[in-house]
């Protein structure tokens, strides 16, 4: 099991711009593939992004693409979301996880390990 932290969550105003960090605690995880989620207020879980074991490959949600960018710095086991050109629609607390299981990355079922969320807000 790993053990994840997200921080870097807060309020912010439209068109604004926001860099969730989210910490691992494995040596291991460079070898992880790692998504972010969302969830706004009474609905579901939703996917944003993520992003392959050494960064080869990512996959972005269509209502971020072009906004959001996922990173990773593995000698720091730490991932990342920058989030630009917010709107108040990206309010949410966002999530980190582990992808373990083979999928689809927006498959909630795919991910194992999850951080307690941090919150982002975005003011009108």
């Known amino acids: 099991q790993v053990r994840l932290v997200e921080s870097g969550g807060g309020l912010v105003q439209t068109g604004g711009s926001r860099r969730l960090v989210c910490a691992a605690s494995?040596?291991?995880?460079?070898?992880?593939?790692m998504g972010w989620f969302r969830q706004a207020p009474g609905k579901e879980r939703e996917f944003v992004a993520a992003i392959e074991r050494g960064g080869v490959s990512s996959d972005y949600a269509d209502s971020v693409k072009g906004r959001f960018i996922i990173s990773r710095d593995d000698a720091k086991n730490t991932l990342y979301l920058q989030m630009n050109s917010l709107k108040p629609e990206d309010t949410a607390v966002y999530y980190c996880?582990?992808?373990?299981?083979?999928?689809?990355?927006?498959?909630?079922?795919?991910?194992?390990?999850w951080g307690q969320g941090t919150q982002v807000t975005v003011s009108s």
């Open positions: 996880a582990r992808r373990a299981y083979s999928g689809t990355y927006s498959d909630l079922r795919s991910y194992n390990d």
């Open positions: 494995t040596r291991a995880f460079s070898s992880l593939s």
